[in-house]
């Protein structure tokens, strides 16, 4: 497809190379180009860093005068010279990894946040796909991208007078997006079918260019459709369950549909959460007809190469959906299969009944549970960070029934951010000529890159990126109408009073309970006292939606703003409403310390504070996700430091302790030590811990090192294990693990025995097989931790079978000494080449 068959406007021949530079999402991260369309149309570009808009915004005479304009020509040229050599230069991946992965990562998510030009996102989750893609691009990952192309997105926000939320829903003009119909080989634009009750849900394929990668995007606004199936695609995590359904449907099984149909055949399909997990079911599917085996072959056939990524650390936080709505619109899809709709919920019961199937449940109170879907198709599933690994394992337990959570094999990526998406024109700079130009494309090898950095460059930089945040938050609160709705001080309420050099404190995130975003406010005298120092001033910089049914959430944004307007305040705190990419962009380039409280142990991972790291911004926040991993005392503060899991199950009742806590680090930590400063201003140990914090987290916590964690963590071994899963071993597999269930019920422990000697136990015990083959299943001796030792899981050893009872044998294991009691004997089934427990979670322990 020529890219300009998408658009009827005329470009002079000379610049028709603007058309693959618009729509290559690589501008929202290289801003090589921003000045070509700055050049073009300057309002337009301030007001919407849309390239693709500005081309097709600007004049035919403007077009015309920069097509004769050398030094706009020199620069497209350039651009033009600069995209070519990206393209085709090698990479990480080329140089380390090729051809491990040359067909290719099939990477689905509900949401991708890549610019706030392209909205369609709602935050963390989309965020992270966006950053992830984009590391892709510079790695060399040969990642394509499957998402949904909504007509509205997510809401935008105002705020009322009164502090009311207001929603708006303003409609996503594709022809103005940085997308473009995806195209056959015939030049027809690719549609895909999803069934639905009674008739097909046509769906229009779009692409969206990322660098090297990727994303498709599926739109069910054709005017063919049904007027109610056209606005299956109309917003972004609607409230209507049936809509939530349909548009998962559409994504999981129209997006693998539409990758089948394109003759893609990628080697791992990688879930980012679990919404979108019928398109590994639907991948089976395709397996099936493939190799014309059934449905349960397929399934072990192509889960080794499924990663399932779980953001989600709360059980409420997974999807259901009932059988009955289930019973409706998924029969036409399996209608010609051999799994029907009670197969389906098996593998998703969301029952807290561990392995109860849907004949053991009513039919209203069946559901299935979406995570625990993308759970059973998969051969491997992660958390987001060390923490919400353990958070994880016990959410996760009640679906792996007698298994210890430790058990559980949840493995971790912690999270990152695309860091030249995030860092200002200033730090740019200072890492350019420390690092180089291609840093963030291959692994920063170079630990301390700010150590030839003097102290007053790095303060210049902060200061001048604080400055800058100053002059936006000004033009943003005027954009807000301030002047309409100050109570008293109108130069307040206009951001007249933030002042360039005061210590600021940034706070952006969904507005929602767990995430706390009121606990300064829980003593608003003693934060009133911190704000109206006159030696030592703070401000502080807020952001955030609360989703439309969120009322919780909204009352914290109306405590903020009546809070704001207290006269003891008034400027020092400001509140910046429609927070968006955009936004995001502004205030961790400028925001001196970035703050982050959630509840612990709610926070899967949390990026926004890693975005200020590559900015010399510092973290105070919760000792939770990601900050748990990187917090020392020489890189920021952090509250309730060394909290456990185990220690917070009742999260909810340290909310007073933590803000007191909080309090006492911003009055006796943190502004101390940003105002003391040398006799020429300088605050030096403040400096020291910026240079810390970029030396040691910047690169540590970035979407180069996570996306090569998936790399090298899961996705070279499961292309390897997937290999491995030709249709005769998927076969014999299906057969063993059948074979085995019929055995199962009927394997028991006999007699136990215990000989201590010294320091060490030998303890044996007897195991009737009923005919299972002994190879098949692993003997194991299992002590908890306790005061007398850690935890201990050891193979247990054959030693013969028993003359005088068939199918029954001796197992033996040599241990640490404990106490009587300590060890347990437990069977599980053994076979190295399964994921085991995931993919058969059976065990039996001796009573």
Not at 532 to 539: E, N, T, V
Request: aromatic share 10%.
């Amino acid at each position: 497809m020529t890219l300009a068959a998408y658009t009827t406007r005329y470009l002079p021949e000379s610049l028709r190379g603007l058309f693959a530079l618009a729509l290559d999402l690589h501008w929202t991260w290289h801003h090589g180009s921003d000045e070509l369309w700055r050049t073009l149309d300057e309002d337009t570009w301030n007001a919407t860093r849309n390239a693709w808009l500005v081309l097709n915004s600007v004049s035919g005479d403007r077009l015309e005068e920069v097509a004769q304009d050398p030094t706009f020509q020199a620069r497209y040229l350039e651009q033009m010279a600069a995209r070519e050599v990206f393209s085709s230069a090698s990479t990480w991946y080329s140089d380390s990894c090729a051809p491990a992965l040359d067909r290719g990562i099939a990477y689905f998510c509900m949401e991708f946040g890549l610019s706030e030009s392209l909205p369609l996102y709602s935050g963390g989750l989309g965020v992270l796909a966006g950053d992830f893609l984009k590391a892709a691009s510079d790695l060399g990952l040969p990642v394509t991208a499957i998402g949904l192309l909504y007509q509205q997105g997510y809401f935008r926000q105002a705020i009322s007078r009164t502090g009311e939320q207001l929603e708006f829903y303003p409609y996503n003009d594709p022809t103005m997006l940085p997308v473009s119909p995806l195209r056959d080989a015939d030049d027809e634009w690719v549609r895909v079918v999803v069934p639905l009750p009674g008739r097909p849900v046509r769906l229009r394929a779009w692409r969206a260019q990322v660098g090297r990668c990727e994303l498709l995007l599926l739109d069910s606004n054709d005017p063919r459709n049904e007027p109610g199936d056209r606005g299956i695609t109309s917003e972004l995590y609607t409230a209507d369950p049936e809509k939530r359904l349909q548009q998962e449907m559409v994504l999981g099984i129209g997006g693998w549909r539409l990758l089948r149909q394109l003759d893609r055949k990628p080697l791992i399909c990688h879930l980012n959460e679990g919404h979108c997990a019928f398109a590994l079911v639907e991948r089976a599917f395709a397996w099936q007809d493939d190799h014309q085996q059934d449905f349960e072959t397929a399934r072990t056939a192509t889960r080794a190469t499924n990663l399932f990524t779980t953001h989600t650390s709360v059980a409420s936080g997974f999807d259901l959906f009932p059988a009955s709505l289930l019973r409706l619109y998924l029969t036409p899809w399996l209608a010609s299969r051999d799994l029907d709709l009670n197969g389906l919920i098996a593998l998703g019961n969301g029952s807290n009944r561990g392995q109860a199937q849907p004949g053991e449940c009513a039919e209203d109170e069946c559901r299935l549970n979406m995570a625990r879907l993308a759970l059973n198709m998969s051969g491997r599933f992660n958390a987001v960070s060390r923490i919400h690994q353990a958070v994880t394992q016990n959410l996760f337990q009640p679906w792996f029934p007698r298994w210890p959570a430790e058990d559980i094999p949840a493995g971790y990526v912690t999270n990152g951010v695309h860091t030249p998406s995030w860092d200002s024109p200033e730090s740019d700079a200072l890492w350019t000529r420390t690092c180089g130009q291609d840093r963030w494309r291959r692994p920063l090898e170079r630990q301390c890159p700010m150590a030839e950095v003097s102290d007053h460059e790095l303060w210049d930089m902060r200061r001048a990126q604080r400055k800058r945040l100053i002059r936006y938050l000004r033009s943003r609160l005027a954009s807000q109408h301030c002047e309409q709705a100050f109570p008293s001080d109108r130069d307040a309420a206009c951001g007249v009073l933030l002042d360039g050099e005061t210590l600021t404190l940034g706070f952006a995130r969904r507005f929602t309970d767990y995430k706390r975003p009121d606990l300064l406010l829980k003593n608003p005298e003693r934060l009133i006292s911190l704000l109206s120092s006159r030696d030592r001033p703070l401000q502080i910089v807020l952001a955030g939606k609360a989703h439309p049914y969120d009322q919780r959430g909204k009352q914290m944004i109306r405590q903020w703003k009546t809070f704001s307007r207290r006269p003891e305040v008034e400027g020092k705190v400001v509140f910046i409403e429609d927070y968006d990419l955009g936004v995001a962009s502004q205030l961790v380039q400028g925001v001196d310390v970035w703050l982050n409280c959630p509840r612990h142990p709610w926070e899967a991972c949390g990026t926004s504070g890693m975005k200020v790291l590559v900015n010399g911004g510092l973290n105070l926040s919760q000792y939770d996700g990601w900050w748990a991993e990187a917090w020392r005392p020489e890189v920021g503060w952090a509250i309730r430091p060394g909290a456990t899991v185990e220690q917070l199950r009742n999260a909810r009742d340290h909310d007073r302790q933590d803000a007191e806590e909080l309090l006492d680090l911003l009055e006796y930590s943190v502004i101390p030590a940003f105002y003391t400063v040398d006799d020429k201003g300088i605050p030096h140990p403040w400096l020291e811990m910026i240079r810390a914090s970029m030396n040691g987290l910047t690169a540590a916590y970035s979407a180069n090192r996570m996306v090569r964690d998936y790399v090298a963590q899961f996705y070279v071994p499961m292309a390897e294990m997937g290999a491995q899963r030709s249709p005769e071993v998927a076969r014999q597999l299906v057969a063993q693990t059948r074979a085995l269930a019929i055995h199962w019920p009927h394997i028991r422990f006999g007699t136990f025995s215990v000989n201590t000697i010294g320091e060490s136990q030998t303890c044996t015990v007897e195991v009737y097989l009923d005919g299972a083959e002994q190879d098949e299943v692993a003997v194991e001796l299992v002590a908890e931790a306790s005061d007398h030792g850690p935890r201990v899981v050891a193979t247990m050893t054959l030693v013969y079978p028993l003359s005088g009872s068939e199918n029954t044998f001796l197992f033996e294991a040599s241990v640490p000494a404990r106490p009587e009691g300590h060890y347990t004997p437990r069977l599980r089934p053994r076979d190295e080449r399964l994921n085991l427990p995931l993919e058969n979670p059976a065990i039996l322990w001796m009573k």
